[in-house]
């Protein structure tokens, strides 16, 4: 049993809080990934679990023990830096079995335990040669091995691929999924990456500023961002929001884009309905857009396409709505000319409504307070 619990965790640098009243639960075996831009806590989170940062407020368990007090010798977990951090003078075999033998375990099964670890790594021919005689994706694969040699009920990774160069990043990335399916670890690792993220954990924990933002399923946090920033910050390209004025039309709702047009709501929040005639945000995905290349029809909503950039599978446009600035993806065979006037035919049951001054989604604004489980 090694599920992570983390009851209203706080860490303060002098007056800077770098995590604020954090509570997340990561389930035994699971596969966390805390995600953020630099500066957001997410780090600062990692090395409280592992002990390196003695907290100020909270408590921090690990299968069902209160480890907040422990050194990290004593937490059952293993690390893997950004820096790989390999003794240069050892040799990888040295380096994989280092852990082992200061925990004095017997010369047969550190030797086991290294050889296995090497050989989930396919590193096993480098075992007998030194760190300088291997390359950057090897030196991260000795770390790993290191870590995983120990067997730890938890694994910590600390952004171990950013190092590395964008191929290798790609092919470490599906390695990495692979091997930690595999030995079954809770594992908790910190990216800046939103695309490791969304393909590698089983639940992404969204950081912003000290706070954590959102926690859900890769999908979940795509498709249903609970505010602004994460909408910005997910999603490449991020999420379009387009500031839009609620109208009745009879029995049914819309949302008026300046002299754009309008978007019918569908399904709309708790309350939205109360919104009519005050500003919201329509958030959309770029993917979700279809563009009209003839102009704007029934349904749809009028622009001006501005950039078209060709990326190979799909081109990516820039449209002027009613003097706000989108982007929609659209197939690479249909020509789009700069300056022409398009339609835009948003899928609206992927429309996403939000708070313009708080940022956050309506679903989020009306829902009851988070528990540990979901939102800190």
């Known amino acids: ?69 422990l050194p990290p010798r004593k937490r059952r977990i293993a690390m893997v830096f950004q820096s790989y951090a390999v003794f240069p003078h050892m040799t990888v075999f040295e380096n994989i079995a280092f852990g082992l033998r200061m925990a004095k375990l017997p010369k047969p099964e550190i030797r086991q335990r290294t050889e296995e670890a090497a050989a989930l790594l396919h590193i096993s021919e480098l075992l007998q040669r030194y760190p300088s005689q291997t390359s950057g994706g090897q030196r991260q694969r000795i770390a790993v091995a290191r870590a995983i040699a120990m067997q730890p009920e938890v694994l910590l990774m600390d952004e171990p691929l950013s190092n590395l160069d964008a191929l290798l ?60 920033f994460v909408g910005g910050f997910i999603g490449n390209p991020p999420m379009n929001f387009l500031e839009a004025t609620p109208e009745r039309r009879g029995s049914a709702l819309v949302a008026r884009v300046g002299d754009a047009g309008d978007v019918p709501v569908a399904d709309p929040p708790e309350d939205f309905g109360a919104r009519v005639g005050r500003p919201v945000l329509l958030g959309v995905r770029a993917e979700n857009i279809e563009l009209l290349e003839l102009g704007p029809v029934d349904g749809s909503l009028r622009g001006r396409a501005l950039v078209v950039e060709p990326l190979g599978s799909h081109n990516l446009v820039t449209i002027d709505v009613a003097g706000q600035f989108i982007k929609a993806t659209t197939r690479p065979d249909l020509a789009i000319s700069r300056d022409a006037e398009v339609g835009l035919r948003l899928d609206v049951a992927r429309v996403r409504w939000h708070d313009p001054e708080s940022g956050r989604a309506f679903d989020e604004v009306v829902s009851t307070p988070p528990d540990a489980d979901s939102r800190g």
């Open 1 to 69: 049993m090694a599920e992570i619990r983390l009851e209203r965790v706080s860490k303060l640098f002098k007056d800077v809080r770098a995590v604020d009243d954090v509570s997340l639960t990561i389930r035994d075996g699971e596969f966390m990934v805390l995600l953020g831009p630099s500066g957001c806590g997410k780090t600062t989170l990692l090395r409280s679990i592992a002990g390196l940062e003695q907290i100020d407020g909270g408590r921090v368990h690990i299968g069902g023990r209160d480890v907040t007090n």
């Open 169 to 228: 990043r790609l092919e470490m990335r599906a390695e990495l999924k692979r091997l930690l399916i595999e030995i079954g670890s809770t594992t908790v690792y910190v990216t800046h990456d939103q695309v490791e993220a969304l393909s590698m954990g089983d639940r992404v924990a969204i950081m912003n500023g000290g706070h954590l933002v959102q926690v859900g399923g890769p999908l979940e946090v795509y498709d249903s961002p609970a505010d602004r």
